[in-house]
Nanobody
Framework: QVQLVESGGGLVQAGGSLRPSCAAS????????MGWFRQAPGKDREFVAA????????YYADSVKGRFTISRDNAKNTVYLQLNSLKPEDTAVYYC???????????????WGQGTQVTVSS
């Protein structure tokens, strides 16, 4: 069992940065791939980024590649998402996710956090 709690969202102007984090409970955190998804009002939840359990491999949606960076610290049971060069279209609730392997399909995620709001003003 893994419980996930996000924090670090907020309101920022276009071009700014944020660094949401996700704290996980459970001794099996280091064996899970971790990811971030987001959901804007009226839209489906979409994949943003994922990292393998070892942090050796990372994966990104094309829309965020080069602007967002996912990382994890297994000693702290925490995964991070550095958001740079933010755009108004990045506005969404960002959800932390855990699964045995890196996933792009939200239907295959095993565990979800409650989400943290990121709002980018123009």
């Amino acid at each position: 069992q893994v419980q996930l709690v996000e924090s670090g969202g907020g309101l920022v102007q276009a071009g700014g940065s944020l660094r949401p984090s996700c704290a996980a409970s459970g001794r099996t955190f280091s064996t899970f791939a971790m990811g971030w998804f987001r959901q804007a009002p009226g839209k489906d939840r979409e994949f943003v980024a994922a990292v393998t359990w070892s942090a050796r491999n990372t994966y990104y949606a094309d829309s965020v590649k080069g602007r967002f960076t996912i990382s994890r610290d297994n000693a702290k049971n925490t995964v991070y998402l550095q958001l740079n060069s933010l755009k108004p279209e990045d506005t969404a609730v960002y959800y932390c996710a855990a699964a045995p392997v890196p996933l792009r399909d939200p239907k295959e995620v095993h565990y979800w956090g409650q989400g943290t709001q990121v709002t980018v003003s123009s």
